[in-house]
C-alpha cells in the first residue's frame, strides 16, 4: 500500500501544527497508509557529519523520506517564513544532493497552523520553493492555511479534531497529494533529476 509521510514542522510540545498532523493522516483516502515524523530530534546542519557520519535522527529522516510516496507538511510560520526547524531538516534531507537525494521524486504538500488571522502563506510558499528545486513536486493545490488555530483544533485530553470548514480544506490537500502520487508523477521527477545530473557532471 502506498505510504505518505506526515511531518510535523514543530517541535513545541502542544504544537498546533503536531496535531494537524495527526488530523490531516486521519483525512487519507482508502487505500492509503499513513507515517508519521517529528523533528525533535534532528540537530542543526553540520557538514562535519555527512554521509555515514550523519546523526542517527537524521539518516531516520531521510529513509522515512525516502521510503514514502509522498510527503505531506504541516507547518508553522515564524517571521514571514519556513521556521528554521524545518529548514534545517530540508537541509540534512538534501544531502548528498548528488546523484540523488531523498526528495527526489516526491510529490509533497502542505498545511499550516497558525495563531494569526491573516498570515501562514508565506511559509507555505517557501516550502514549496525548496521542494520543487530539489527535485520534487509541490503539489499545485490552492494554499491550505487554518489561520486563528486555536479556535479551529481542539483537543479534549489527546482526541485532537479539526472545525468542519478546515477539514475540507486539509482533507482537499491531502486528496490532492494522493492523486499526485497515484499519477505516476514521480518516475518522470526521477527521470529529470538524473537527466540533469547528468548535464552538470559530464
Ligand atoms: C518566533 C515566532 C514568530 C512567529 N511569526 C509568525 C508569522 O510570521 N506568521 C504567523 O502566522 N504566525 C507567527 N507566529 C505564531 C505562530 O503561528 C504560533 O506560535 C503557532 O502556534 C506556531 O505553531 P505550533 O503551535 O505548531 O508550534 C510566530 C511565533 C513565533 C514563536
Same mark, same amino acid.
Given at each position: 500500500?502506498?505510504?505518505?509521510?506526515?511531518?510535523?514542522?514543530?517541535?513545541?510540545?502542544?504544537?498546533?501544527?503536531?496535531?494537524?498532523?495527526?488530523?490531516?493522516?486521519?483525512?487519507?483516502?482508502?487505500?492509503?497508509?499513513?507515517? =508519521?515524523?517529528?523533528?525533535?530530534?534532528?540537530?542543526?546542519?553540520?557538514?562535519?557529519?555527512?554521509?555515514?557520519?550523519?546523526?542517527?535522527?537524521?539518516?531516520?529522516?531521510?529513509?522515512?523520506?525516502?521510503?514514502?510516496?509522498?510527503?505531506?507538511?504541516?507547518?508553522?510560520? =515564524?517571521?514571514?517564513?519556513?521556521?528554521?526547524?524545518?529548514?534545517?531538516?530540508?537541509?540534512?534531507?538534501?544531502?548528498?544532493?548528488?546523484?540523488?537525494?531523498?526528495?527526489?521524486?516526491?510529490?509533497?504538500?502542505?498545511?499550516?497552523?497558525?495563531?494569526?488571522?491573516?498570515?501562514?502563506?508565506?511559509?507555505?510558499?517557501?516550502?514549496?520553493?525548496?521542494?520543487?528545486?530539489?527535485?520534487?513536486?509541490?503539489?499545485?493545490?490552492?494554499?491550505?492555511?487554518?489561520?486563528?488555530?486555536?479556535?479551529?483544533?481542539?483537543?479534549?485530553?489527546?482526541?485532537?479534531?479539526?472545525?468542519?470548514?478546515?477539514?475540507?480544506?486539509?482533507?482537499?490537500?491531502?486528496?490532492?497529494?494522493?492523486?499526485?502520487?497515484?499519477?505516476?508523477?514521480?518516475?518522470?521527477?526521477?527521470?529529470?533529476?538524473?537527466? =540533469?545530473?547528468?548535464?552538470?557532471?559530464?
Amino acid at each position: 500500500m502506498p505510504t505518505v509521510l506526515f511531518i510535523s514542522g514543530s517541535i513545541r510540545r502542544e504544537s498546533l501544527n503536531t496535531k494537524l498532523s495527526s488530523i490531516a493522516g486521519s483525512l487519507l483516502p482508502p487505500g492509503f497508509d499513513a507515517a =508519521y515524523l517529528t523533528l525533535d530530534e534532528v540537530p542543526p546542519y553540520n557538514g562535519d557529519f555527512e554521509g555515514d557520519k550523519s546523526p542517527a535522527s537524521v539518516i531516520a529522516l531521510r529513509a522515512a523520506i525516502g521510503d514514502a510516496d509522498g510527503v505531506f507538511w504541516t507547518v508553522p510560520e =515564524y517571521n514571514y517564513g519556513l521556521p528554521g526547524v524545518v529548514k534545517n531538516a530540508i537541509d540534512w534531507a538534501s544531502r548528498p544532493i548528488i546523484p540523488q537525494n531523498c526528495v527526489v521524486g516526491k510529490p509533497m504538500n502542505a498545511a499550516v497552523a497558525t495563531t494569526s488571522s491573516v498570515n501562514g502563506v508565506r511559509s507555505l510558499a517557501d516550502l514549496k520553493r525548496y521542494w520543487n528545486l530539489l527535485g520534487g513536486i509541490a503539489v499545485p493545490t490552492p494554499d491550505c492555511v487554518v489561520n486563528l488555530a486555536p479556535t479551529k483544533i481542539t483537543d479534549d485530553d489527546g482526541r485532537v479534531s479539526l472545525a468542519p470548514d478546515s477539514t475540507k480544506m486539509v482533507r482537499l490537500a491531502v486528496e490532492c497529494l494522493t492523486r499526485f502520487i497515484e499519477s505516476g508523477i514521480s518516475s518522470a521527477l526521477v527521470d529529470n533529476w538524473h537527466a =540533469y545530473v547528468k548535464a552538470v557532471t559530464s
